[in-house]
């Protein structure tokens, strides 16, 4: 991928119902290529092929196969804060270790649910600019888990919100990526780590 001070959008959003299953045809054989052969396979024409549209149609949405990886990643980020947004209303009310272990879960089935696609998306990631939409997806990601840990009167609520989506995320990864499958074993062993940085041992 190219460096520059931002990562490329899209040209357009389609607001047609056919333009928008072209759109998301470009995307999906685009993550399927990352999946299957890497960033080096990646290529505009490819992924037309593969979406089965033409390379102008292709070109009319996203101008480079950059803004293609940039819009794969923003999407990744909106499916993790749409999973714990949910995850959040279903645990309010219940007591705080019952909502860390349903939280520390969702983040796990994201996580194994795009696991392919995830793993070389992040480590694309981490080569990139930040990205203005990204980031304020992380940051409504923290404000939900943190207005979460506020309600049970958690010090510091903003700060145990970022610490805690990182120590999830520190735990996991390695793990799902080192081709562990025992999820509700790693989910435990992440509760506990958990829970002991909030004091509920």
């Given at each position: 991928?190219?460096?520059?001070?931002?990562?490329?959008?899209?040209?357009?959003?389609?607001?047609?119902?056919?333009?928008?299953?072209?759109?998301?045809?470009?995307?999906?054989?685009?993550?399927?290529?990352?999946?299957?052969?890497?960033?080096?396979?990646?290529?505009?024409?490819?992924?037309?092929?593969?979406?089965?549209?033409?390379?102008?149609?292709?070109?009319?949405?996203?101008p480079s196969?950059?803004?293609?990886?940039?819009?794969?990643?923003?999407?990744?980020?909106?499916?993790?804060?749409?999973?714990?947004?949910?995850?959040?209303?279903?645990?309010?009310?219940?007591?705080?270790?019952?909502?860390?272990?349903?939280?520390?879960?969702?983040?796990?089935?994201?996580?194994?649910?795009?696991?392919?696609?995830?793993?070389?998306?992040?480590?694309?990631?981490?080569?990139?600019?930040?990205?203005?939409?990204?980031?304020?997806?992380?940051?409504?990601?923290?404000?939900?888990?943190?207005?979460?840990?506020?309600?049970?009167?958690?010090?510091?609520?903003?700060?145990?919100?970022?610490?805690l989506t990182?120590?999830?995320?520190?735990?996991?990864?390695?793990?799902?990526?080192?081709?562990?499958?025992?999820?509700?074993?790693?989910?435990?062993?992440?509760?506990?780590?958990?829970?002991?940085?909030?004091?509920?041992?």
């Open positions: 991928m190219t460096h520059s001070d931002f990562v490329p959008k899209p040209k357009k959003t389609p607001r047609q119902a056919r333009a928008r299953a072209t759109y998301q045809a470009i995307l999906e054989a685009a993550a399927h290529i990352l999946e299957h052969g890497g960033p080096t396979a990646l290529t505009t024409n490819l992924v037309a092929e593969r979406a089965g549209v033409s390379i102008g149609s292709l070109y009319q949405y996203f196969k950059d803004a293609i990886i940039g819009e794969l990643i923003r999407d990744l980020r909106r499916e993790m804060r749409d999973d714990i947004l949910a995850m959040a209303q279903y645990v309010d009310g219940h007591p705080l270790d019952f909502a860390v272990r349903r939280m520390v879960r969702a983040a796990i089935h994201h996580h194994v649910h795009t696991h392919g696609r995830a793993d070389v998306l992040e480590r694309l990631e981490a080569h990139l600019p930040p990205d203005p939409d990204t980031q304020e997806i992380k940051a409504e990601i923290n404000r939900t888990v943190a207005g979460l840990l506020r309600k049970h009167g958690v010090e510091h609520p903003e700060l145990a919100a970022f610490d990182n120590l999830v995320i520190g735990m996991a990864h390695p793990a799902l990526h080192s081709g562990d499958t025992d999820f509700e074993a790693l989910a435990c062993r992440i509760d506990r780590a958990a829970l002991g940085y909030l004091g509920q041992t």
